[in-house]
Protein backbone atom coordinates (compact mmCIF):
# COMPACT_ATOMS: atom_id res chain seq x y z
CA UNK A 1 0.00 0.00 0.00
CA UNK A 2 1.43 3.56 -0.49
CA UNK A 3 1.27 6.02 1.95
CA UNK A 4 2.48 9.96 2.01
CA UNK A 5 3.49 12.30 5.10
CA UNK A 6 4.03 15.46 4.63
CA UNK A 7 6.22 16.40 7.55
CA UNK A 8 5.15 19.62 8.59
CA UNK A 9 1.44 20.44 9.42
CA UNK A 10 1.93 24.78 8.85
CA UNK A 11 4.80 26.28 7.57
CA UNK A 12 5.09 30.22 8.23
CA UNK A 13 7.50 32.32 6.37
CA UNK A 14 8.21 35.90 5.79
CA UNK A 15 7.51 37.32 1.78
CA UNK A 16 10.66 37.01 -0.22
CA UNK A 17 11.83 33.92 1.70
CA UNK A 18 12.44 30.94 0.64
CA UNK A 19 10.60 27.91 1.33
CA UNK A 20 10.62 23.81 1.74
CA UNK A 21 7.42 21.86 2.07
CA UNK A 22 8.63 18.24 2.74
CA UNK A 23 7.14 15.04 1.29
CA UNK A 24 8.13 11.32 1.82
CA UNK A 25 6.43 8.59 -0.18
CA UNK A 26 6.37 5.18 0.18
CA UNK A 27 5.48 2.44 -2.36
CA UNK A 28 6.27 -0.90 -3.13
CA UNK A 29 6.48 -0.20 -6.87
CA UNK A 30 7.13 3.04 -9.21
CA UNK A 31 5.28 5.78 -8.80
CA UNK A 32 3.72 9.14 -10.06
CA UNK A 33 3.93 11.76 -8.02
CA UNK A 34 1.96 15.31 -7.41
CA UNK A 35 2.01 18.32 -5.35
CA UNK A 36 -1.43 20.22 -5.90
CA UNK A 37 -2.47 23.67 -4.08
CA UNK A 38 -6.21 24.52 -2.94
CA UNK A 39 -6.42 28.25 -1.86
CA UNK A 40 -9.06 29.46 0.40
CA UNK A 41 -12.79 27.88 -0.44
CA UNK A 42 -11.83 26.56 -3.12
CA UNK A 43 -10.86 22.68 -4.83
CA UNK A 44 -7.41 21.58 -5.51
CA UNK A 45 -5.28 22.72 -8.56
CA UNK A 46 -2.09 20.55 -10.16
CA UNK A 47 0.67 22.24 -9.02
CA UNK A 48 3.39 19.73 -10.84
CA UNK A 49 3.75 16.25 -11.07
CA UNK A 50 6.58 13.77 -11.64
CA UNK A 51 5.61 11.28 -14.36
CA UNK A 52 9.55 9.86 -15.57
CA UNK A 53 12.42 11.57 -16.88
CA UNK A 54 14.39 14.72 -15.35
CA UNK A 55 13.98 13.69 -11.62
CA UNK A 56 13.68 18.18 -11.39
CA UNK A 57 10.12 19.75 -12.35
CA UNK A 58 9.04 22.84 -12.28
CA UNK A 59 5.54 24.54 -12.21
CA UNK A 60 5.14 28.19 -14.23
CA UNK A 61 4.76 30.21 -10.86
CA UNK A 62 8.03 29.29 -9.28
CA UNK A 63 7.72 26.46 -7.59
CA UNK A 64 10.09 23.24 -8.14
CA UNK A 65 10.39 19.84 -6.62
CA UNK A 66 12.92 17.02 -7.15
CA UNK A 67 11.94 13.68 -7.17
CA UNK A 68 14.33 11.74 -5.26
CA UNK A 69 14.10 7.53 -5.28
CA UNK A 70 16.83 6.90 -2.59
CA UNK A 71 15.18 8.85 -0.07
CA UNK A 72 11.51 8.48 -1.41
CA UNK A 73 11.22 12.09 -1.01
CA UNK A 74 9.36 14.76 -3.14
CA UNK A 75 10.09 18.37 -1.53
CA UNK A 76 8.12 21.42 -2.86
CA UNK A 77 10.59 24.33 -2.92
CA UNK A 78 9.92 28.48 -4.01
CA UNK A 79 13.47 30.86 -3.74
CA UNK A 80 11.23 33.74 -3.20
CA UNK A 81 7.35 33.13 -2.05
CA UNK A 82 4.49 36.15 -2.39
CA UNK A 83 1.77 36.47 -0.46
CA UNK A 84 -0.53 35.14 -3.16
CA UNK A 85 0.95 32.24 -2.39
CA UNK A 86 -0.92 31.53 0.91
CA UNK A 87 -2.29 28.25 0.26
CA UNK A 88 -2.49 24.63 1.64
CA UNK A 89 -0.28 22.24 -0.51
CA UNK A 90 -0.73 18.71 -0.90
CA UNK A 91 1.93 15.86 -2.20
CA UNK A 92 0.24 13.20 -3.86
CA UNK A 93 1.29 9.83 -5.05
CA UNK A 94 -0.45 7.34 -7.12
CA UNK A 95 1.13 3.74 -9.20
CA UNK A 96 -1.72 4.07 -11.83
CA UNK A 97 -1.13 7.12 -13.32
CA UNK A 98 -2.58 10.67 -12.61
CA UNK A 99 -6.27 9.64 -11.33
CA UNK A 100 -6.24 7.27 -8.09
CA UNK A 101 -4.20 9.41 -6.07
CA UNK A 102 -3.32 8.76 -2.64
CA UNK A 103 -3.21 12.32 -0.42
CA UNK A 104 -0.65 13.33 2.29
CA UNK A 105 -2.29 15.53 5.25
CA UNK A 106 -1.32 19.10 3.74
CA UNK A 107 0.69 21.84 4.63
CA UNK A 108 -0.57 25.49 5.21
CA UNK A 109 1.57 27.71 3.50
CA UNK A 110 1.62 31.31 5.49
CA UNK A 111 3.42 34.34 4.45
CA UNK A 112 3.77 37.22 6.50
CA UNK A 113 4.65 41.02 5.01
CA UNK B 1 -16.36 25.68 -20.01
CA UNK B 2 -17.74 24.85 -16.50
CA UNK B 3 -15.40 22.55 -15.28
CA UNK B 4 -16.62 20.23 -12.62
CA UNK B 5 -19.57 21.26 -10.62
CA UNK B 6 -20.75 20.17 -7.25
CA UNK B 7 -23.97 21.21 -5.47
CA UNK B 8 -25.21 21.99 -3.16
CA UNK B 9 -22.34 24.23 -1.77
CA UNK B 10 -23.22 23.63 2.09
CA UNK B 11 -25.57 20.89 3.49
CA UNK B 12 -26.51 20.17 7.20
CA UNK B 13 -28.34 17.08 7.81
CA UNK B 14 -29.59 15.57 11.34
CA UNK B 15 -28.59 11.90 11.83
CA UNK B 16 -30.27 9.13 9.77
CA UNK B 17 -31.37 11.60 7.10
CA UNK B 18 -30.27 10.49 3.79
CA UNK B 19 -29.16 13.12 0.68
CA UNK B 20 -27.40 12.92 -2.81
CA UNK B 21 -24.51 15.65 -3.40
CA UNK B 22 -24.37 15.92 -6.91
CA UNK B 23 -21.36 16.34 -9.09
CA UNK B 24 -21.31 16.96 -12.82
CA UNK B 25 -18.33 17.54 -15.28
CA UNK B 26 -18.83 18.50 -19.30
CA UNK B 27 -15.10 18.01 -20.25
CA UNK B 28 -15.85 14.32 -21.62
CA UNK B 29 -13.76 12.50 -18.72
CA UNK B 30 -13.65 9.01 -18.33
CA UNK B 31 -12.43 8.50 -15.00
CA UNK B 32 -14.38 10.46 -11.90
CA UNK B 33 -13.75 10.24 -7.97
CA UNK B 34 -14.90 11.27 -4.31
CA UNK B 35 -13.19 12.65 -1.91
CA UNK B 36 -13.73 13.56 1.38
CA UNK B 37 -11.29 16.24 2.92
CA UNK B 38 -11.21 16.17 7.04
CA UNK B 39 -8.32 17.86 9.24
CA UNK B 40 -4.93 16.60 9.48
CA UNK B 41 -5.93 14.04 7.47
CA UNK B 42 -5.27 14.88 3.98
CA UNK B 43 -8.27 13.88 0.83
CA UNK B 44 -9.08 10.35 1.25
CA UNK B 45 -10.40 8.25 -1.68
CA UNK B 46 -14.34 7.59 -1.14
CA UNK B 47 -15.34 5.99 -4.07
CA UNK B 48 -14.44 5.95 -8.05
CA UNK B 49 -15.71 5.36 -11.58
CA UNK B 50 -13.38 4.40 -14.66
CA UNK B 51 -16.53 5.09 -17.16
CA UNK B 52 -20.35 4.63 -17.50
CA UNK B 53 -22.08 1.96 -15.35
CA UNK B 54 -18.10 0.94 -13.77
CA UNK B 55 -17.75 2.05 -10.18
CA UNK B 56 -14.93 0.63 -7.58
CA UNK B 57 -14.92 1.50 -3.40
CA UNK B 58 -11.35 3.41 -2.67
CA UNK B 59 -9.92 3.95 1.02
CA UNK B 60 -13.21 4.68 3.03
CA UNK B 61 -16.27 3.63 1.07
CA UNK B 62 -18.72 2.86 4.36
CA UNK B 63 -21.98 4.51 4.28
CA UNK B 64 -21.46 5.87 0.78
CA UNK B 65 -23.14 4.36 -2.57
CA UNK B 66 -22.25 5.75 -6.02
CA UNK B 67 -23.35 5.13 -9.48
CA UNK B 68 -22.82 6.04 -13.29
CA UNK B 69 -25.42 6.00 -15.30
CA UNK B 70 -23.80 8.83 -17.61
CA UNK B 71 -20.42 9.96 -18.68
CA UNK B 72 -21.36 13.51 -17.42
CA UNK B 73 -22.75 12.53 -13.97
CA UNK B 74 -21.52 10.97 -10.77
CA UNK B 75 -23.31 11.56 -7.68
CA UNK B 76 -22.57 10.63 -4.24
CA UNK B 77 -25.72 9.23 -1.71
CA UNK B 78 -25.46 8.82 2.04
CA UNK B 79 -27.92 6.51 2.59
CA UNK B 80 -28.04 7.08 6.65
CA UNK B 81 -26.19 10.42 7.76
CA UNK B 82 -23.80 10.46 10.99
CA UNK B 83 -21.55 12.32 12.69
CA UNK B 84 -18.60 11.22 11.35
CA UNK B 85 -19.53 12.33 8.15
CA UNK B 86 -19.41 15.50 8.89
CA UNK B 87 -16.48 16.92 6.05
CA UNK B 88 -15.86 18.70 2.85
CA UNK B 89 -16.84 16.37 0.12
CA UNK B 90 -14.84 16.96 -3.28
CA UNK B 91 -15.80 15.24 -6.79
CA UNK B 92 -12.72 15.09 -9.43
CA UNK B 93 -12.74 14.17 -13.03
CA UNK B 94 -9.13 13.30 -15.20
CA UNK B 95 -8.63 11.21 -18.88
CA UNK B 96 -10.48 12.68 -21.29
CA UNK B 97 -11.65 10.18 -24.08
CA UNK B 98 -8.67 9.13 -26.38
CA UNK B 99 -6.76 11.45 -24.04
CA UNK B 100 -3.69 10.97 -21.92
CA UNK B 101 -3.71 8.49 -19.05
CA UNK B 102 -2.22 11.31 -16.94
CA UNK B 103 -4.28 13.71 -17.69
CA UNK B 104 -4.30 15.74 -14.36
CA UNK B 105 -7.47 15.94 -11.95
CA UNK B 106 -9.90 18.11 -12.57
CA UNK B 107 -11.36 19.14 -8.79
CA UNK B 108 -14.44 20.59 -8.19
CA UNK B 109 -15.48 23.37 -5.37
CA UNK B 110 -16.19 21.18 -2.61
CA UNK B 111 -19.37 20.39 -0.45
CA UNK B 112 -19.51 21.67 3.13
CA UNK B 113 -21.51 19.10 5.24
CA UNK B 114 -22.57 18.85 8.41
CA UNK B 115 -24.16 16.23 10.33
CA UNK B 116 -25.57 17.39 13.66
Known amino acids: AQSVTQLDSQVPVFEEAPVELRCNYS??????LFWYVQYPNQGLQLLLK??????LVESINGFEAEFNKSQTSFHLRKPSVHISDTAEYFC???????????FGQGTRLTINP | NAGVTQTPKFQVLKTGQSMTLQCAQD?????MSWYRQDPGMGLRLIHY???????DQGEVPNGYNVSRSTTEDFPLRLLSAAPSQTSVYFC???????????????FGNGTRLTVT
Open chain 2, 49 to 55: SVGAGIT
Open chain 1, 50 to 55: YLSGST
Open chain 1, 92 to 102: AVSDQGAQKLV
Open chain 1, 27 to 32: SSVSVY
Open chain 2, 27 to 31: MNHEY
Open chain 2, 92 to 106: ASSYPLGGSYNSPLH
